[in-house]
């Protein structure tokens, strides 16, 4: 074993980059001489250099990492900063499987490194975008492993197992939904605050009466004023922009900004009657054709506070979840709070409509009464039945006693890898759907799979397994008929374990099936069922491999 381990930078326009980083900087310093020599303000292409030898800095600084592991530990080196982890000091190593927004990288694969106080460091390099990158990227997280084994013995982990945190996972990151969460209860909060301000000049409006010759000119801004005006020309531009009104001469005012809509029922040389109240045209009237100015109310606040309530739900429901799975490993995939986003709809449902209609109390009336309490009572249903769907739902004891199914000779302990992705299956299908029987033989396909590519499953082109009357088999349909199956050799195989999904599982996994550990004659593999599925799976191996079958769920 090699004492150091190097990856160094690979940006292929480094050079280029201090090359422009040199030029910026030189006709900076040329035009600040100059300017100082002569006495005059420098010219604009001071400016131009000191912004591209800027970017170029901050450009260099995210291509010049460098991180290097040797027997006294991880050395991390950047344009502007160095760094030493000891080998003590890191409890372990795991992977960080983050998604992005690029199309051609789907996802990445980072090194995290686990310190004493469960405290994390990300390192920049290596990074795998690709599964090409993906057999290096394993080699050097291998030979970090591999030192840091060997020279930390007593801090490094016990397992060959990697942990692979995701999105899914228990170890996921919680700032993020926590900083929306607050921000859009920060949100709901400033618009319930300016209720009482929209409801008074709301109401204001709808009281304001037209002004008269005894009205004092203190007082002409409370009152309506009309003023007539001649339509120029209009300019109605799409929904998301605003359209214009412009009058002739520019009188009263050269433009009024109106919504698409009155820009396009308004002609240019239409005579118009403008009324102007509080300085400023709410209302435009013309033949046939009227505008005027929306003054929000209090319904329409109090239903924006509620929607921003019900939107920090969502990453509430996240933070939920993740405090849920507080127990479990960081990389055990935890539930999906897609149930919590059905409760928070179904309660949109009712109480936005309740909130514009009766903003300011929610017991006008019996009706209204009745609406509200029969709304809540749909709600707390629906949270409930969320919080039950959305459970941490574990192996039976049966099942995952890890009690032998076939007869062979198992080697190695069916642990998996912690980079191993799971492969694309044709068909994957989430839940714990009603299997499907065929008439004509008795047969049943349950929705399962493998993740490695055997030769019972050849490419991972299995989605079902199929039991009854024949052999088990993998199939890839869910039937009716044997056509195309690949029956499962029961006399090798060997279930060491059945677990909850974990982050190196891959995301073709649905959240809720459950992962047996199978050992094909030394070869560890893995089958992905619904729990109920699954255990049906192993009684039916155990049966056909001479065991006792036993119940699990």
């Known amino acids: 074993m090699t004492e150091t381990w190097e990856v160094p930078c ?111 460091r990300l390192l920049p390099l290596p990074v795998c975008r690709s599964a090409a990158e993906l057999p290096d990227f394993e080699a050097k997280l291998a030979a970090l492993r591999a030192l840091h084994r060997r020279h930390a013995p007593t801090s490094a982990p016990r397992t060959d197992r990697v942990p692979v945190i995701s999105a899914r996972t228990a170890g996921r990151t919680w700032a993020g939904s926590l900083a929306l969460c607050v921000l859009l209860l920060a949100g709901a909060g400033t618009a319930l605050a300016f209720v009482p301000a929209a409801e008074t000049e ?87 054709h009227v505008w005027r100015e929306h003054f929000p109310g209090a319904g329409d606040v109090v239903m924006v506070a509620a929607g921003c309530l019900l939107l920090a739900g969502l990453p509430g429901a996240r933070l939920l979840m993740r405090l849920r799975g507080r127990r479990l490993p960081e990389d055990e995939v935890i539930p999906s709070a897609l149930p919590f986003a059905g409760a928070l709809a179904g309660t949109a449902g009712w109480l936005l409509p309740l909130c514009y209609l009766h903003p300011l109390d929610f017991l006008a009336s019996p009706a209204v009464t009745a609406w509200t309490s029969g709304g809540s009572a749909a709600s707390a249903g629906l949270f409930a039945w969320a919080w039950y769907a959305s459970r941490i739902r574990r192996p039976d004891a049966a099942t995952a006693a890890g009690t032998g199914t076939g007869t062979g000779t198992a080697t190695g302990t069916g642990t998996e890898s912690g980079t191993a992705a799971a492969p694309t299956a044709p068909h994957v299908t989430s839940g714990t759907s009603a299997p499907r029987e065929s008439t004509a033989r008795g047969d049943v396909f349950l929705s399962a799979r493998f993740l490695e590519h055997t030769d019972f499953n050849p490419n991972g082109f299995g989605s079902h397994v199929v039991l009854g009357d024949g052999p088990p088999a993998v199939a890839p349909h869910g039937g009716p008929g044997r056509f195309a199956v690949k029956p499962l050799p029961v006399e090798r195989l060997t279930v060491r374990n059945v677990r909850r999904p974990r982050g190196g599982d891959g995301e073709a996994v649905p959240r809720k099936w459950h992962i047996a550990e199978i050992d094909d004659a030394g070869t560890p593999v893995h089958l992905a069922a619904a729990p109920a599925d699954l255990a049906r799976i192993v009684a039916e191996l155990r049966r056909h491999a001479g065991a006792p079958a036993e119940s699990g769920g």
């Open 10 to 120: 690979s940006a292929p326009w480094r050079r280029a980059l201090w090359l422009s980083a040199g030029l910026g900087t030189a006709v900076t310093g040329l035009e600040a001489a100059r300017a100082i020599h002569l006495g005059t303000p420098p010219n604009p292409w001071a400016g131009i250099g000191l912004l591209v030898a800027l970017i170029s800095c901050a450009m260099l600084h995210a291509v010049s990492h460098r991180v290097t592991a040797d027997a006294d530990g991880v050395h991390l080196r950047s344009l502007l900063r160095r760094r030493h982890i000891p080998w003590s000091d890191i409890s372990d190593l795991q992977i960080r499987r983050m998604h992005t927004d690029n199309w051609r990288v789907p996802e990445t694969h980072r090194i995290v490194l686990v310190l004493r106080g469960r405290r994390k």
């Open 202 to 288: 709301k109401s204001a409006w709808e009281a304001a009466v037209p002004c008269t010759a005894a009205t004092p000119a203190a007082e002409r801004g409370e009152c309506l004023t009309t003023l007539r005006a001649e339509i120029e020309r209009t300019d109605a531009n799409h929904s998301k922009q605003r359209s214009w009104l412009y009058f002739t001469e520019g009188r009263p005012l050269e433009r009024l900004g109106v919504s698409r809509e009155a820009a396009l029922d308004f002609e240019a040389g239409d005579r118009v009657e403008l009324t102007v109240w509080r300085r400023g045209v709410r209302e435009v009237a013309g033949a046939g």
